[in-house]
């Protein structure tokens, strides 16, 4: 963050300052929740927990290094105190599990306020342009190829994994200071306003709008709902700013008339300011493409696997070039971009020759498509076409959708022609997934039904033959990285009788 002195930050958050003896003294670091993490010179946010309560935690804090602590109450050390917020936190809040009285929520606004502060001075000082990424699915994907983009202009800040709920967006964006060129983070909301109130946080300069698809249909209602809330971003940019469109998304292209920003649009369309044609999937679904700019022509090959990062790319690519980049170097820093965030696309080929297909980070109905897609060709793009498993569970948050939307992926996957599908769980959504398969099938062996992830590990050990290419994906919630990482597990390989041989895609972040 910028730095502030003490009697500064309480008036920023509107807090009052306890056994503070300089209210003069400046908080010149970072601003840290865990204790652990805390250095010289930051401040401390005293957060209820499950399991503890950060307050208890704030003297620690003020003997690692920090200035002062942000608290509820008083803690016997410098602290800035906010009152509780005793109509407590909204119902959508992911980050505080436990807050009875609602200082956690006092604490988390004070955070939000004092966040907005330092980006705005920060941005009105003009060295520092926020990019908020939106969308249905790919935030994460493109939130790491605009880091990986922008880099070469100047030093970025940007969310480690997907942490970007009311305590990972304002804490990444008070990562921001005065060295900071870009603010890059992933906006996602579960109901109306949100976009909005992160927008409020910190206040994006370029607005990039990926797609709008089915994710969190159930709390929305509808794609039309979807679409508002998501239009929520452009309408924040300023008349300087810039929103950047998916031309290929009807909903998307249609928010053009929603924001002041200039407009600059992304695609395969003919019309799109930045556009890909000649797209080309390699055997490990790796696209290559030629993009056409307004500064030129390239050729552009991905490291991240699957063709809907084609999109994801276009978009990162119309950012960096406004912001200065030259072509060459922005094709040349996408094709070392990995997936930097875990289990995403993450694809490994074990010495047995199994190529295993991680993306169980998450799953909604469009990522599912994605991944079926990429699925098939690369089990197609070899010279002797391999088979192709997708390892499948429930599609969360889907609501009254939610049967038909699982029934409709089961089709697909026959449609696409996956050699077998394994769908793991006993809900109804599971077993729409499979029924939706064997209706379209044609000889009863397309899709099996496993309880758990046990029988799914059982099933693959006995199953799986060198040569053959695995996906596995699902919500969160199923757990189903297990089956991804039990392929890939050396002791599980070598009791196969081989030994891993490498490690395509490695993450090196837990997702958060
Ligand atoms: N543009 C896209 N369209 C469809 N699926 C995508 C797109 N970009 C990424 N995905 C897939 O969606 C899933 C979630 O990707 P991620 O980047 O984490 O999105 P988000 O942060 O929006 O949830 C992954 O399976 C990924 O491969
Ligand atoms: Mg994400």
New binding site residues.
């Given amino acids: 963050m910028i730095e502030m002195t003490l009697r500064e930050i309480a008036d920023v958050v509107g807090g009052t300052l306890h056994d503070v003896a300089d209210p003069e003294v400046r908080v010149t670091g970072a601003v840290e929740f865990d204790s652990r993490r805390i250095g010289s010179g930051d401040l401390f946010l005293a957060l209820p927990g499950e399991r503890s309560d950060g307050h208890d935690y704030a003297g620690a804090a003020i003997a690692a290094g920090a200035v002062a602590v942000l608290a509820a109450r008083p803690v016997g050390v410098p602290a800035i105190v906010v009152a509780p917020n005793r109509g407590g936190v909204p119902s959508t809040s992911v980050a505080l599990s436990h807050d009875a009285d609602g200082s956690g929520a006092a604490v988390l606004a004070a955070l939000a306020a004092l966040a907005r502060a330092s980006v705005s001075r920060l941005v009105a000082a003009g060295g520092l342009t926020v990019v908020g990424?939106?969308?249905?699915?790919?935030?994460?994907?493109?939130?790491?190829l605009l880091a990986a983009v922008l880099a070469p202009l100047g030093t970025v800040v940007a969310p480690p994994g997907?942490f970007?709920n009311e305590l990972g967006h304002p804490w990444t964006a008070l990562r921001a200071d005065a060295g900071t060129r870009f603010l890059v983070l992933?906006m996602?909301a579960r109901g109306p306003g949100h976009i909005a109130a992160l927008a409020e946080v910190a206040p994006p300069g370029i607005g990039v709008v990926?797609?709008v698809?089915t994710?969190h249909l159930g709390e929305f209602g509808s794609r039309e709902a979807i679409a508002k809330t998501k239009g929520e971003l452009v309408e924040a940019l300023p008349p300087t700013g810039l929103a950047v469109l998916?031309a290929d998304d009807p909903q998307v292209a249609a928010m053009a008339t929603r924001t002041s920003a200039r407009v600059v649009t992304v695609g395969q369309a003919a019309t799109a300011d930045v556009r890909a044609t000649d797209i080309r999937l390699d055997d490990q679904a790796r696209a290559e493409f030629t993009v056409h700019t307004p500064a030129g022509s390239a050729k552009v090959r991905l490291a991240?696997?699957?063709e809907?990062?084609?999109?994801?790319a276009l978009s990162a690519i119309a950012v960096a070039l406004e912001c200065g980049a030259d072509l060459d170097t922005v094709v040349a820093a996408l094709s070392g971009a990995r997936?930097a965030?875990a289990r995403?696309?993450d694809v490994r080929t074990t010495a047995d020759g199994i190529t295993v297909v991680n993306?169980s980070?998450?799953?909604?109905p469009?990522?599912?498509?994605?991944?079926l897609k990429?699925l098939v060709s690369m089990a197609r793009a070899a010279e002797t076409p391999r088979r192709s498993w997708a390892v499948l569970g429930e599609m969360g948050e889907l609501g009254e959708e939610s049967v038909i939307e699982h029934d409709a992926i089961g089709r697909l996957a026959v449609r696409l022609d996956v050699s077998r599908v394994v769908v793991v769980g006993t809900g109804r959504p599971a077993r729409a997934l499979h029924q939706g398969a064997v209706m379209e099938g044609s000889w009863g062996e397309e899709s099996v039904i496993v309880p758990d992830i046990a029988a799914a590990i059982a099933l693959l050990e006995q199953e799986v033959a060198p040569g053959d290419v695995v996906l596995v994906?699902a919500s969160k919630s199923v757990g189903l990285w297990e089956v991804a990482e039990h392929l890939t597990d050396p002791s599980a390989v070598a009791a196969r009788g081989g030994a891993v041989n490498n490690g395509v895609g490695q993450d090196t972040e837990a997702?958060g």
């Fill in positions: 990424v939106t969308g249905s699915s790919g935030k994460t994907s493109t939130k790491d997907s970007n992933e996602s990926l797609n698809g994710a998916n991240v696997h699957g809907h990062h084609v999109g994801n997936a965030s995403r696309m993306d980070y998450n799953a909604n469009d990522s599912v498509r994605a991944a990429a994906k997702a």
